[in-house]
């Protein structure tokens, strides 16, 4: 209890931080730690992903995931769904180098056996875990184990009027945050998604400034590779420029690998992420030479995995070359 209270006296330092008009939220966020990785008060913003293999199926599912550490994935979720699932953690947790994360709904038993099995992390929504006493359960063993909680909300069912539905998320996920704090538990990540775009934007800006907690953010069910990447650019582009955000997860209909990537670049495009070769090309036009297209995509293709930190400009002629090539 002393450290929680210690925890508090922090918190209090952080707010009145905000209340000098820093803006850079991340800056202010309490520090946790999740299993090898450090989120929150200034450390970088950590890509997450998830797995869509079976999880009960430790192969594919540690197959997945060493995939995905190689695209520069730094967190990994994995769904839940049954007690073979949470026994099936431990197994993988064995074989993989990123915090494991285990994705829970409706059942605390779920989440006690996840974090039995070494979850270095459990998602949960409060409000799906069932009874209080349900929820203390869950909260005890946590705090035993020291195994940070994320609370998340999910704005996407909420149909009001706009500034009703901001403030409403807001609230929604700061009182599902103090049933927990009020269990004398304070490991504690946010995360409010909504597939609405602004309205994800708003909501972040408005928890941030009512919360020292950090914030993992995400515009849910973004959709297919084409929309779901530009829905994400875009929301999460939003919200990270204004200093919002510790760890992000790019949520595509598709391949787990294209998240990380997008992740990795939407990081590196904001001045968050260095290395990692950026190419520049030009769009084309009538005075092409060569067959820009297809060497751009090559190219992109033969450096993405290079960690220098430098640009490779691609052009079609020589109006704009020589200055790209240059820089
Ligand atoms: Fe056209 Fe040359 Fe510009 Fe490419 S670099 S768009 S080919 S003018």
Redo the contacts with the bound molecule.
Sequence with gaps: MESYQMHKKDDLCRREKKKEGAAMYREHTKTIKIGNQVIGGGHPVLIQSMTNTKTEDVAATVAQILTLEKAGCQIIRCAVPTMEAARALGEIKKQIHIPLVADIHFDYKLAIAAMENGADKIRINPGNIGSRERIQAVVDVAKERQIPIRVGVNSGSLEKELVEKYHGVTAEGLDKVKIIEDMGYDQLVISIKSSDVLMCAKAHELIAQKTDYPLHVGITEAGTLFSGNIKSAVGLGIILYQGIGDTIRVSLTGDPSEEVKSAKRILKTLGLRNGGIEVVS????????ID?IGLANKVEDMVQDIPLDIKVAV???????PG?AKE
């Excluded at 030009?282 to 030479?289: D, E, I, L, S, V």
């Design positions: 030009c769009p084309t036009c009538g005075r092409t030479q820009l052009m079609g002629c020589v109006v704009n070359g790209e």
